[in-house]
């Protein structure tokens, strides 16, 4: 498949997609929130963040409530410029796609 300008490779996964846009809609999320949101286990949501944090899309706090520990996300700057490049260019090849369908004159099936 050719490379389409503006799709983020990390984004691709539906999951990550799912966590980056979910900390788009708040400033910092509780652990559980995302966690119970997109509907991972702690482990698998644990992997996501590594990855996006790793590649600076999202910030990870550790503090306490209390004496109980928690960790908070927010979607970086980086983050959400990546989520709304990703989102117009899926954007854009929707629109591209009904246009050429729409202009397409079909072929009559066989009898």
């Given amino acids: 498949m050719a490379s389409i300008a ?6 691709l996964d539906p999951t990550r997609l799912s966590i980056v846009s979910l900390l788009s809609a708040s400033r910092w999320a509780e652990f559980g929130f995302v966690r119970d949101s997109v509907g991972l286990s702690d482990s698998a949501l644990s992997k996501q963040v590594t ?15 209390g004496k109980r520990p928690r960790t908070w996300l927010n979607l970086t700057d980086a983050g959400r410029r990546a989520l709304t490049a990703h989102v117009a260019a899926l954007q854009r090849i929707a629109s591209q796609a009904r246009a050429a369908g729409s202009a397409h004159t079909p072929d009559e099936p066989p009898p």
Avoid at 56 to 65: F, L, R, T
């Fill in 6 to 11: 503006g799709l983020d490779p990390l984004l």
């Fill in 51 to 65: 990855t996006l944090s790793k590649n600076g899309y999202v910030e990870v706090k550790k503090g306490y409530m």
